[in-house]
Structures are given as structure tokens and as C-alpha cells.
């Protein structure tokens, strides 16, 4: 489990997104970032999440924020998974899962008896000066990106 804290600079980001582009942390110097974790796309807690950001993201790019979705489904899953819910935030894949051990969001989990690996949901807002600034863990979906949004506008 990484470390990361609040007031350090965000771990280096740069994968693939639906579309086929390739993204980074330093594409958004100057701007805060919205760096959340999922576990799956297309679940129900996961597609909440996704169209609640869609919903505010109008209001994160006039606060001067940008959101980015992680999860290690595959490019092609979230072209699925955006265009069936038309969500409007950019979805990264990390496959091999480098990018969820380096913020500490690959975890045991627990459902059902039944121990396995999985991602935590977790949201970290990056500073415009490249430090995380505010670390969410455990998310539960109500209220999250209302309360996301409100540290953005700090």
C-alpha cells in the first residue's frame, strides 16, 4: 500500500484513455485535478459515480478542475461504458494496475466471505501546484462529488 498524503506531489499519471489518447498529470499543470479510482465499469455504485461527475463537470471546469476516472478495465470497455451512459469525463485505463498500487488503491477487499483484490474507491484532488491537497478513501457514492466539489472551490 502506497503512502500517499496530503501535501505531497501527486504520483506521475500517464495512460491511455477512451478515444485513444494518451494522458497525463502534467497535460493539467495549472489546474486542479479530480483523480478518482473505481472498481468496474458498468456496476451500479461505479455508473452513479461516473454520471454525478458528468452531472457537475460544467461547475469543476469553472472552479478551474478537471476529473479523471480511473479503473483497470480496458480502453474499449470505457468507450462502452461512456457512450451508454454519455458521460462527458475522461476514463483511463490502467490495466496492469501501476498507477492504482502507486496511490494505494489496490486492496484486499472482502464480499461475501470471500477475500480477493480489488480497487478501493477513492478519490485524490490534485493542487494546481501538483501536491494532493485532499485524499478521499472508502468513498461512499451520495454526496461524494457534491462534497469533491465544494474542496475544489475551497
Known amino acids: 500500500m502506497s503512502d500517499v498524503t496530503v501535501g505531497q506531489p501527486a504520483p506521475a499519471v500517464s495512460l491511455p484513455r ?4 494518451v494522458v497525463s498529470l502534467a497535460d493539467f499543470s495549472g489546474k486542479q485535478v479530480v483523480l478518482y479510482f473505481y472498481p468496474k465499469d458498468d456496476t451500479p455504485g ?6 454525478g461527475f458528468t452531472d457537475k463537470v460544467d461547475e ?3 472552479a478551474g478542475a478537471v476529473i479523471l476516472g480511473v479503473s483497470k478495465d480496458s480502453v474499449v470497455k470505457h468507450e462502452k461504458f461512456r457512450k451508454k451512459h454519455d458521460l462527458n469525463i475522461a476514463l483511463l485505463s490502467d490495466e ?6 502507486r496511490y494505494g488503491v489496490w486492496v484486499k477487499k472482502n464480499m461475501y466471505g470471500k477475500t480477493y483484490m480489488g480497487i478501493e474507491r477513492a478519490t485524490f484532488l490534485i493542487g494546481a501546484d501538483g501536491n494532493i491537497k485532499e485524499i478521499w478513501r472508502k468513498v461512499k457514492v451520495p454526496g461524494h462529488v457534491d462534497a469533491v466539489l465544494a474542496a475544489v472551490k475551497g
Open 18 to 21: 477512451d478515444g485513444g489518447d
Open 46 to 51: 461505479c455508473t452513479k459515480e461516473a454520471v
Open 96 to 101: 496492469d494496475g501501476d498507477v492504482c498500487e
Open 60 to 62: 469543476f471546469a469553472a
